[in-house]
Each structure stands twice: as structure tokens, then as C-alpha cells.
């Protein structure tokens, strides 16, 4: 219950942060009377009510859908260092976008958005067929190795395509390194139910990841499918971290450091996994994004880039300890 205390009062915290921060900075009571639909200041409605507020809400669910997805992939394949971005959504997102701006002329963030939502699906559905295995379902270890092998397949082929044609890297820069800069309510609409959906069933399953924590054989004796599972996990995970993806860009560790370091305070119940992940990976994606408009004030830094200077340091952190925390 404390977790959940703290939680639920960091998000609160991370959310005041991102209204009120910015290259014009608005006073936290002036925040709250623009909330409260207050007369203030026009500049300091239109930075609160027109900048921040839709930037803060695809924090809110760029966070949930990469915080979610990571705790489902880290219980599906029993590896307490997953990344949602092994089921390849990350790299199938960055696919379709190279194609849409390179062959169709696409050429803004909210345009990529459905053209990264459906190579994300497409990716995972992929990985999903390539790691089944007749008659058993998908398999951890070979959903694994798919999520890999087709991930390094469309990244050489993205790659190809931006040498190919410049203007297609200079066009994708600004989403690929992640960003919630210029996302409005036009890409928040379509994507917010899918990460929505994504979560209820990641919610919906968790019991069943309890159960087949102890193993297939016991699993299936105590009566959960194996099977339905796991495909309902990789649709979970391709839901959310392909709406994640799509609405902000391929966005690096949240993933994967939020569900384990909530699992060294909860324990291994997915439910408290889940649920704190949802209040908790947005804090971390909303504080990098403030911290990332004050370290190059009054320029800012790609939340992207800010979430690798976090991240990375601290999965060598994980690594470097006598025992990793495990499923």
C-alpha cells in the first residue's frame, strides 16, 4: 500500500513538473488555476493549456504503453531484463515510417503515427507466427530469438533506405530519437484507446503470468491455457508498446527498468508489477522529458536521448550485481 502511496504522489509530482516547466516558466498556482479554469495570464494558459497539457498526456500514455509492455515481455519469456522492443515493434514501427516518408512523402509526426502503429503490429504478428511452435504455441525462447533476428533485418534495411535517401533520415530524424515535442490531440485520439485496450488485457492476464511463473506443466494443471496466454500477452505487448512507439517515437529503457526495479519492492505478483508499472513509467518518461528541457535551456533535449543517459548507466548497474532479480 505504501508503494502505491508513492506512486500515485510521484505521478501527481511528475505531472506538475511537466505543466509548469518550460522556457516559460508558470508558478505551480497559476498551474492549478488554468486547471481549474481560472482567468490567468493568456501567455501562461496558451503554455500550460495549448503546449504542455497535450505533451504531458502522451508522456502519460507513451510511459504506460512502454512500462507495461515491458513487465508482460519480462513474465512471457521469464527474463527479468526484457524489453518490449524484442517483439521487434520498435524496429517494424521505424520500418513502415522509413517507407510511408521515403515512397509516400509523409513528412510529420502525426502522419507516422498510424504507419508506425501498423508496422508494429505487423512486426509482432510476425515474430509471434516465426516463434510458434506446432502444436505448443509460441515458445519464450523462439519468440526470443525471432523478435531479434527480424529486428536486425529491418534495422539494415532502414538503414539501406536513409543511404539511399537522405531526405528520408532528415524527415524521420526528429521521431526516431523519441520525442514528445508536437504530438497534439490528433495523434492522442486514435492512439490513446489502443494503449488503453492493451493495458486491460495486460491487467486481464496477469493472474495467468502468476500461474505460469511456476512452470508450463503446472500451469496447464491448474487449469490456465499455456497458449491462449501467451498469444494474448504478444498482442498485449504489440498493442502497447507498437501505440507507445507510434506516438512518441522509439523510446529506450522504460521498459525494461521500471518493471524490474518495481518487482525488487513488490515482489513477483504481476498485478503489483502491472499496476505500479502504469503509475510509475510515466513519472520516469515525464521527469526525463522536464529534465531534458533544463539541461539545454532554453533549447531542449529529445526525452529519447535523455531516457539513454538514464537508462544505460543503470542497466550496467543491474548487470554488474551478484544476482539479478528474478521471475
Same mark, same amino acid.
Given at each position: 500500500?505504501?508503494?502505491?502511496?508513492?506512486?500515485?504522489?510521484?505521478?501527481?509530482?511528475?505531472?506538475?513538473?511537466?505543466?509548469?516547466?518550460?522556457? /516559460?516558466?508558470?508558478?505551480?498556482?497559476?498551474?492549478?488555476?488554468?486547471?481549474?479554469?481560472?482567468?490567468?495570464?493568456?501567455?501562461?494558459? %496558451?503554455?500550460?493549456?495549448?503546449? /504542455?497539457?497535450?505533451?504531458?498526456?502522451?508522456?502519460?500514455?507513451?510511459?504506460?504503453?512502454?512500462?507495461?509492455?515491458?513487465?508482460?515481455?519480462?513474465?512471457?519469456?521469464?527474463?527479468?531484463?526484457?524489453?518490449?522492443?524484442?517483439?521487434?515493434?520498435?524496429?517494424?514501427?521505424?520500418?513502415?515510417?522509413?517507407?510511408?516518408? @521515403?515512397?509516400?512523402?509523409?513528412? @510529420?509526426?502525426?502522419?507516422?503515427?498510424?504507419?508506425?502503429?501498423?508496422?508494429?503490429?505487423?512486426?509482432?504478428?510476425?515474430?509471434?507466427?516465426?516463434?510458434?511452435?506446432?502444436?505448443?504455441?509460441?515458445?519464450?525462447?523462439?519468440?526470443?530469438?525471432?523478435?531479434?533476428?527480424?529486428?536486425?533485418?529491418?534495422? $539494415?534495411?532502414? @538503414?539501406?533506405?536513409?543511404?539511399?535517401?537522405?531526405?528520408?533520415?532528415?524527415?524521420?530524424?526528429?521521431?526516431?530519437?523519441?520525442?514528445?515535442?508536437?504530438?497534439?490531440?490528433?495523434?492522442?485520439?486514435?492512439?490513446?484507446?489502443?494503449?488503453?485496450?492493451?493495458?486491460?488485457?495486460? =491487467? =486481464?492476464?496477469?493472474?495467468?503470468?502468476?500461474?505460469?511463473?511456476?512452470?508450463?506443466?503446472?500451469?496447464?494443471?491448474?487449469?490456465?491455457?499455456?497458449? $491462449?496466454?501467451?498469444?494474448?500477452?504478444?498482442?498485449?505487448?504489440?498493442?502497447?508498446?507498437?501505440?507507445?512507439?507510434?506516438?512518441? $517515437?522509439?523510446?529506450?529503457?522504460?521498459?525494461?527498468?521500471?518493471? %524490474?526495479?518495481?518487482?525488487?519492492?513488490?515482489?513477483?505478483?504481476?498485478?503489483?508489477?502491472?499496476?505500479?508499472?502504469?503509475?510509475?513509467?510515466?513519472?520516469?518518461?515525464?521527469? @526525463?522529458?522536464?529534465?531534458?528541457?533544463?539541461?539545454?535551456?532554453?533549447?531542449?533535449?529529445?526525452?529519447?536521448?535523455?531516457?539513454?543517459?538514464?537508462?544505460?548507466?543503470?542497466?550496467?548497474?543491474?548487470?554488474?550485481?551478484?544476482?539479478?532479480?528474478?521471475?
Amino acid at each position: 500500500m505504501i508503494l502505491l502511496v508513492v506512486s500515485v504522489a510521484a505521478l501527481v509530482v511528475a505531472i506538475g513538473l511537466s505543466l509548469a516547466i518550460g522556457t /516559460r516558466p508558470v508558478p505551480p498556482h497559476v498551474v492549478l488555476d488554468v486547471i481549474l479554469g481560472r482567468p490567468v495570464d493568456p501567455q501562461d494558459y %496558451h503554455a500550460v493549456a495549448v503546449l /504542455r497539457f497535450p505533451r504531458t498526456v502522451v508522456g502519460l500514455l507513451a510511459g504506460i504503453g512502454l512500462g507495461v509492455a515491458g513487465a508482460v515481455m519480462q513474465a512471457l519469456t521469464r527474463n527479468p531484463l526484457a524489453d518490449p522492443g524484442l517483439l521487434g515493434v520498435t524496429a517494424g514501427a521505424s520500418f513502415f515510417v522509413a517507407i510511408a516518408v @521515403s515512397a509516400l512523402g509523409v513528412g @510529420s509526426p502525426a502522419a507516422y503515427t498510424s504507419f508506425a502503429l501498423a508496422g508494429a503490429l505487423v512486426a509482432a504478428v510476425a515474430v509471434a507466427l516465426i516463434g510458434g511452435s506446432r502444436g505448443k504455441g509460441i515458445d519464450p525462447i523462439r519468440l526470443t530469438l525471432a523478435g531479434v533476428a527480424l529486428t536486425a533485418v529491418l534495422t $539494415g534495411t532502414v @538503414s539501406a533506405i536513409r543511404a539511399a535517401a537522405p531526405r528520408t533520415f532528415n524527415a524521420m530524424l526528429t521521431w526516431e530519437i523519441g520525442s514528445l515535442v508536437n504530438r497534439g490531440w490528433d495523434v492522442i485520439i486514435p492512439i490513446g484507446p489502443v494503449i488503453l485496450v492493451g493495458t486491460l488485457l495486460a =491487467f =486481464f492476464i496477469s493472474g495467468r503470468l502468476n500461474t505460469m511463473a511456476m512452470g508450463d506443466d503446472l500451469a496447464t494443471t491448474l487449469g490456465t491455457s499455456v497458449a $491462449g496466454t501467451r498469444v494474448l500477452a504478444v498482442l498485449a505487448v504489440a498493442a502497447l508498446a507498437g501505440g507507445a512507439t507510434a506516438i512518441a $517515437g522509439p523510446i529506450s529503457f522504460v521498459g525494461l527498468m521500471v518493471p %524490474h526495479i518495481v518487482r525488487r519492492f513488490s515482489g513477483g505478483d504481476q498485478r503489483w508489477i502491472i499496476g505500479i508499472s502504469v503509475l510509475l513509467s510515466p513519472v520516469l518518461l515525464l521527469l @526525463s522529458d522536464v529534465l531534458g528541457r533544463l539541461v539545454l535551456w532554453p533549447g531542449e533535449m529529445a526525452v529519447g536521448v535523455v531516457t539513454a543517459f538514464l537508462g544505460a548507466p543503470l542497466l550496467i548497474a543491474i548487470i554488474r550485481q551478484k544476482k539479478v532479480i528474478a521471475l
